[in-house]
């Protein structure tokens, strides 16, 4: 299969997006902070941090910025608008916006692995009018509705 060109532009320090294994589905970003910089997010707050990093995705492509799994067990911390997409016209720097979950101020250090980006294809739809929808064995059943056993009293 063809690896698609995702063309990346970088701010002074950024660090180019990188695949931790050879099978990886999701590339890391990194915070850009400036040299030796840190910031802190305290507990049950957020922050959008900074990456650097600018892309230009083939058109019928998107970027999902994901949390990384390892931040998220250990510390708590999880990109707040998971996935966060990014459009294939949009130019400006990415940014992650995390949120610390835990009681304890977490601190990012410049150069820190914060997210995953997923490169993937996706579809365009039209949106057409209508009277009715077609029925379906769910129906209107919402949150929580499929699974559930129905209880004999």
Known sequence: MDKIIVKTQLSEGARLPVYGSSQAAGADLCACLGNGASMVIDP?????VPTGVRISLPVGFEAQVRPRSGLAAKFGITVLNTPGTVDSDYRGELK????????????????????????????????????SLDETQRGEGGFGSTGIKEIKG
Do not use: Y
Not at 104 to 111: A, L, M
């Open 44 to 48: 049950h707050k957020w922050a959008m």
């Open 96 to 131: 992650v916006i995390l949120i610390n979950h835990s009681d304890n101020p977490f601190t990012i250090q410049d150069g820190d692995r914060i997210a995953q980006m997923v490169i993937s294809r996706h579809e365009t739809a039209q949106f057409e009018l209508c009277q």
